[in-house]
């Protein structure tokens, strides 16, 4: 930590020194609101000229919801694929971009690019803890071309506890099912030219899924995190502010990349294999920002940052189990039941397991500026923005022999670090972006472009050279140049209603560099992205309906164990592809007879249409192995999406149910038929996991001005269901819970 803060200073000192000097000659007298956090949305995002989405602080407070996948379904245009079943690595696609790890989606938290890596390595293994934010704000269309470097599907930023305008403090407590539970408690304070905010998170399980031995399957993690502003006096000439954000994070999960065969789920879809017992993820993240916010004019503002992040991971978990892979045992647990019997722990034998240790670092500087000015009945804003990123990961995996013994497993050999994987990889980039918006009686145009500046390289150490004396170093770099240029349209039919569309070109970085003897270098994945949509925006009344076409150059697959290849990393291209579809949101208070009641009804729809639009004989990875023909659906990317939301609400109660509504999914190419998860089925033809439907509740009560109670009840028809067949197996979605809590406000 010490070296990240010594890092920031280097970089501060200078960028800030123009800035605090524009401040001595300006003459104009100002007063201004301070930063709290920074949004891409803001309050209003019927108004933008682009689509997005806002989730209010108040929807948050009813739903009571800390996993994020269960919030952000609710918003149209997002596919999420579940995992572990408490939203802690959400894996988020948009408009039909791969959702494994949310590697292909721009994830931000305060407006900062949050991903350990997201140039160099972008599967984001770490996320934020979803119950600290009080926003969310999801950006598409146009208007993205201001947030990279992924702007084909989208943006996220998820915003956190912001500072109070005076002494408040917060605390929630909640106990439930499987043992879990939730501690957050904040304070914050504003003052004349000081402000701050500390807040402590804690949210633990002890897992719904079982072990043979019973042991505990869940996690714990912790988080700290502190906000100290300075600010000057309010009529200052010129008011600016200066906000140190720090942050730290741990978890400790008994989690595993192992799921189950077909037969197995249905019998139990909660079980675990005896060979999993072992199985551990340990994570450590530590963040650190600066912001400095300055409005040297009515007209301009200009914020900037600079932050580092440090991010650890080593998730050990078993590899092969009888000297056969794990995966290949699921394929058929015939064929191979001898390494069946002892993956389950009913047979003695030998395992292979892996540690995983990752660590990766970001340090980056960035500034944006936003100029309002007006010339006759003509309205203009300019916007710019710049951004100096580098990131890192170096990558050490180990493995080692266990012996299952009695269904215990035991080591018997220790492997040496970096007998799996060793390698470093790095990336720097400059990011520049400048976007005009025109506003002339009902219609609002917007042009921008981006530019993305990108260094890649790669050393890999081989698994022999542990201590990395270059003795079988393998290297190699990329640079790539690419201009992004978008166009955005509005026009009001009437004080409620609206037209929109617009047509920019999107971008994906192509990873790390090939060093493969027979692998070729991947390019960098583009997109023509068009959308056209009509809105309207009332007191009681709010609909939006979005038709949008991304047309792919060279998009790219990968081949990593999360998402179902062997892991190797490698980026490759597939050609051209074509994904369109359609958005729907739908939200009306249907009671408006009564004044003090409240029904509340939302609905939120995705049509996505993803298909190859050439043929091509396919790596691995992402899309299994071999040729796929044009005309092929797009793995992982689900058709049909439907939210259902009723509340009902007065000044002291609301109870929401959601149900949300996932249909089948391809989840590999060849049979154009789809074939479901059954008895009959082998496991090598299922190529769709079948759709489902699950229902969830919260309710709060405000007994006093202080005190809230609150309970949410997940999945609350308690039912079974297969949410994927990756990383390895198929896996349960979580199933029925409860749990009840406590707000107290200060």
């Known amino acids: 930590m010490p070296k990240i803060i010594l890092n920031l200073a280097i970089v501060l000192i200078p960028f800030f020194q123009p800035v605090f000097a524009q401040n001595e000659q300006q003459e104009d007298t100002l007063k201004v609101n301070q930063l709290k956090e920074v949004t891409i949305i803001g309050t209003s995002p019927y108004k933008i000229v682009g689509s997005g989405a806002w989730i209010s602080f108040a929807?948050?407070?009813?739903?009571?919801?800390?996993?994020?996948?269960?919030?952000?379904?609710?918003?149209?245009?997002?596919?999420?694929?579940?995992?572990?079943?408490?939203?802690?690595?959400?894996?988020?696609?948009?408009?039909?971009?791969?959702?494994?790890?949310?590697?292909?989606?721009?994830?931000?938290?305060?407006?900062?690019?949050?991903?350990?890596?997201?140039?160099?390595?972008?599967?984001?293994?770490y996320f934020p803890t979803f119950a600290r934010m009080e926003q969310l704000e999801v950006l598409k269309g146009s208007s993205q071309v201001k947030h990279g470097p992924y702007t084909i599907g989208g943006a996220i930023n998820l915003i956190s506890t912001s500072i109070p305008d005076s002494f408040k403090g917060f605390a929630q407590l909640s106990y439930g099912s499987f043992g879990t539970n939730q501690q957050r408690i904040w304070v914050g304070d504003s003052q004349k030219n000081f402000d701050y905010?500390?807040?402590?998170?804690?949210?633990?399980?002890?897992?719904?899924?079982?072990?043979?031995?019973?042991?505990?399957?869940?996690?714990?993690?912790?988080?700290?995190?502190?906000?100290?502003?300075?600010?000057?006096?309010?009529?200052?000439?010129?008011?600016?502010?200066?906000?140190?954000?720090?942050?730290?994070?741990?978890e400790e999960g008994n989690e595993t990349y192992l799921g189950l065969t077909y037969a197995d789920f249905m019998n139990n879809p909660n079980r675990r294999y005896a060979a999993t017992q072992k199985d551990l993820l340990d994570m450590n993240?530590?963040?650190?920002?600066?912001?400095?916010?300055?409005?040297?004019?009515?007209?301009?503002?200009?914020?900037?940052?600079?932050?580092?992040?440090?991010?650890?991971?080593?998730?050990?978990?078993?590899?092969?189990?009888?000297?056969?892979?794990?995966?290949?045992?699921?394929?058929?647990?015939?064929?191979?039941?001898?390494?069946?019997?002892?993956?389950?722990?009913?047979?003695?034998?030998?395992?292979?397991?892996q540690s995983a240790a990752r660590t990766f670092q970001v340090l980056g500087l960035q500034s944006n500026m936003t100029?309002?000015?007006?010339?006759?009945?003509?309205?203009?804003?300019?916007?710019?923005?710049?951004?100096?990123?580098?990131?890192?990961?170096?990558r050490y995996a180990t493995q080692s022999t266990y012996a299952m013994t009695n269904a215990t497993m035991v080591l018997t050999s220790a492997g040496v670090k970096g007998n799996a994987e060793n390698q470093i990889r790095q990336a720097k980039s400059f990011a520049g972006y400048v976007q005009y918006e025109l506003v002339w009686n009902k219609l609002t145009l917007s042009p921008g472009m981006r530019y993305e500046n990108v260094e890649l390289a790669f050393d890999n150490f081989g698994t022999s050279d542990n201590a990395r004396m270059g003795t079988a170093l393998k290297s190699a770099t990329n640079h790539l140049d690419i201009f992004l240029p978008g166009l955005g349209m509005s026009y009001v039919l009437k004080d409620n209603m609206?037209?929109?569309?617009?047509?920019?070109?999107?971008?994906?970085?192509?990873?790390m560099p090939s060093i493969g003897v027979n692998v070729n270098q991947a390019k960098s994945e583009t997109a023509i992205n068009y959308e056209l949509g009509y809105r309207v925006s009332r007191k009681h009344l709010k609909m939006q309906v979005i038709g949008f076409l991304n047309n792919y150059q060279n998009i790219l697959?990968?081949?990593?164990?999360?998402?179902?290849?062997?892991?190797?990393?490698?980026?490759?291209?597939?050609?051209?592809?074509?994904?369109?579809?359609?958005?729907?949101?739908?939200?009306?208070?249907?009671?408006?007879?009564?004044?003090?009641?409240r029904l509340p009804l939302s609905i939120s729809y995705t049509y996505n249409d993803a298909k190859f639009m050439q043929t091509f004989v396919n790596a691995g990875g992402d899309w299994g192995t071999g040729k796929i023909s044009k005309g092929e659906s797009i793995p992982f990317i689900t058709p049909q999406l439907l939210s259902l939301s009723l509340g009902l609400e007065s000044?002291?109660?609301?109870?929401?149910?959601?149900?949300?509504?996932?249909?089948?999914?391809?989840?590999?190419?060849?049979?154009?038929?789809?074939?479901?998860?059954?008895?009959?089925?082998?496991?090598?033809?299922?190529?769709?996991?079948?759709?489902?439907?699950?229902?969830?509740?919260?309710?709060n009560y405000t007994f006093s001005k202080s005190i809230t109670f609150f309970s949410t009840i997940n999945n609350m028809l308690n039912n079974a269901?297969?949410?994927?067949?990756?990383?390895?197996?198929?896996?349960?979605?979580?199933?029925?819970?409860?749990n009840i809590g406590v707000k107290i406000n200060l």
């Not at 596919?79 to 292909?104: C, Q, W």
């Not at 269901?721 to 990383?727: R, S, T």
């Open 371 to 394: 100029y309002d000015f007006e010339t006759g009945d003509l309205r203009h804003q300019i916007q710019a923005g710049i951004r100096f990123h580098q990131d890192e990961a170096d």
């Open 557 to 597: 697959g990968s081949d990593n164990v999360s998402g179902g290849g062997a892991g190797t990393g490698d980026m490759f291209n597939a050609g051209n592809a074509k994904i369109q579809g359609i958005e729907f949101s739908f939200e009306q208070n249907l009671w408006r007879s009564s004044p003090k009641w």
């Open 285 to 353: 993240h530590e963040h650190i920002s600066l912001t400095h916010s300055i409005q040297p004019t009515h007209q301009l503002s200009i914020t900037s940052s600079a932050y580092a992040a440090k991010t650890f991971r080593d998730w050990a978990r078993v590899n092969s189990v009888g000297g056969v892979n794990v995966a290949t045992i699921l394929t058929d647990p015939t064929t191979y039941a001898a390494a069946y019997s002892i993956m389950t722990g009913n047979s003695n034998g030998n395992l292979n397991f």
């Open 721 to 738: 269901y297969i949410v994927a067949n990756l990383p390895q197996g198929f896996r349960p979605g979580m199933p029925f819970s409860a």
């Open 651 to 699: 000044d002291k109660m609301n109870v929401t149910v959601i149900s949300r509504y996932v249909g089948n999914t391809r989840i590999k190419t060849g049979n154009p038929a789809e074939i479901v998860p059954s008895a009959s089925a082998k496991y090598t033809d299922v190529n769709t996991i079948g759709e489902y439907w699950v229902v969830d509740l919260s309710g």
């Open 197 to 250: 905010l500390f807040e402590v998170n804690r949210l633990a399980s002890q897992g719904f899924k079982e072990l043979p031995s019973g042991a505990n399957t869940g996690f714990d993690r912790r988080d700290f995190m502190g906000k100290l502003r300075w600010h000057s006096d309010a009529n200052s000439r010129i008011n600016q502010s200066l906000t140190l954000k720090f942050l730290t994070m741990s």
């Open 498 to 511: 609206r037209v929109f569309g617009g047509v920019h070109r999107g971008f994906s970085p192509p990873g």
């Open 59 to 125: 929807k948050l407070q009813k739903l009571n919801q800390p996993d994020i996948n269960k919030v952000i379904q609710t918003i149209p245009g997002i596919n999420v694929r579940d995992e572990e079943g408490f939203g802690l690595r959400p894996n988020i696609g948009l408009r039909g971009t791969p959702v494994n790890r949310s590697a292909k989606i721009t994830l931000m938290e305060d407006g900062i690019l949050m991903a350990p890596a997201p140039y160099s390595d972008p599967s984001a293994y």
